[in-house]
């Protein structure tokens, strides 16, 4: 039950995209229910408001992208959740590049992270650290699922996506480095390359991923648009000017209706939901 801080050791991250690419087909569940996979949360109090507009079924599959305390001001409410989530077998969990603050954290390091030890770290500070090393146990750097539906049963057609935190040209089996799923490949603030390089490459793969935001807007208000192309989805809700990152108050949230073929982009701040975009 030993966990290694992977945030922290390329090395150890290329042994275990390895060990996935010798195993991706085997590694490939079907989804015949609906899929909600959960942009960066930062500890907003979003997440526990969509739990109590939407709550929790056993009849659907959760993916949660990574990034998931620090900024917010319902981190310890978030934690609670998400650990009590993390318990269910269909709550998958994925690593993102704030994660490693709080491996840092729980295993008794140093963190020199301003903005954790200002927010993660207080809120936390009464929750033992064996728990939360459990918590970061059940976390992957990268999934692969598909959908289908009742018609496609009998086609044998089915919908296949692949989620991870940073965003990637290329699929982990031709990566040169597993770092990259967590901390994102390219550009930082150029998303939309790697969604270009990605649709060109993979147009029969839709890619989710977080970290970084998109800078397109759906309209005036401050609501950005999350599908970047055909096969590629950015769940994040900050906006960058002139090089400085804001985060916004909402948490983007994607639903995946196989017998419906169509994705449900909600973005629901701390009173509610905000607005939906249907694709």
């Not at 390329?10 to 991706?24: A, F, H, S």
């Not at 146990?137 to 598909?146: E, L, P, T």
């Not at 490459?201 to 977080?210: A, L, P, T, V, W």
Request: aromatic share 14%; hydrophobic share 30%; glycine share 6%.
């Amino acid at each position: 039950n030993q966990v290694f801080d992977l945030s922290l050791d390329p090395e150890l991250y290329n042994i275990l995209v390895e060990r996935i690419k010798g195993n991706w087909e085997y590694m490939l569940p079907v989804h015949f229910g609906e899929v909600v996979v959960f942009g960066d949360i930062h500890g907003k109090k979003a997440l526990c408001n969509w739990f109590k507009t939407y709550p929790y079924s056993r009849n659907k599959e959760y993916y949660f992208l990574g990034d998931y305390f620090d900024r917010g001001n319902d981190i310890a409410n978030a934690f609670d959740l998400l650990y009590d989530l993390s318990k269910e077998s269909n709550v998958h969990l994925i690593e993102g590049n704030h994660e490693k603050y709080l491996r840092m954290f729980a295993f008794g390091d140093q963190v020199k992270f301003e903005e954790f030890n200002e927010t993660t770290a207080k809120a936390l500070r009464n929750v033992p650290k064996e728990k939360i090393r459990e918590f970061l146990s059940k976390m992957r750097i990268c999934y692969d699922f598909s959908t289908m539906s009742s018609n496609q049963r009998y086609s044998g057609t089915h919908n296949t996506f692949y989620l991870n935190h940073g965003g990637v040209p290329k699929h982990h089996k031709t990566l040169s480095s597993g770092f990259d799923l967590v901390k994102g490949a390219g550009d930082f603030t150029k998303i939309e390359d790697v969604a270009y390089a990605w649709e060109h490459e993979y147009n029969d793969i839709i890619q989710i991923c977080g970290h970084r935001g998109t800078n397109k807007r759906v309209n005036t208000q401050e609501i950005y648009e999350h599908k970047l192309n055909d096969s590629f989805y950015c769940l994040e809700n900050e906006q960058y000017i002139d090089g400085d990152t804001s985060a916004l108050a909402y948490l983007p949230v994607m639903r995946i209706h196989p017998e419906k073929t169509e994705y449900i982009s909600s973005q629901i701040d701390e009173n509610g939901i905000y607005v939906e975009c249907v694709y």
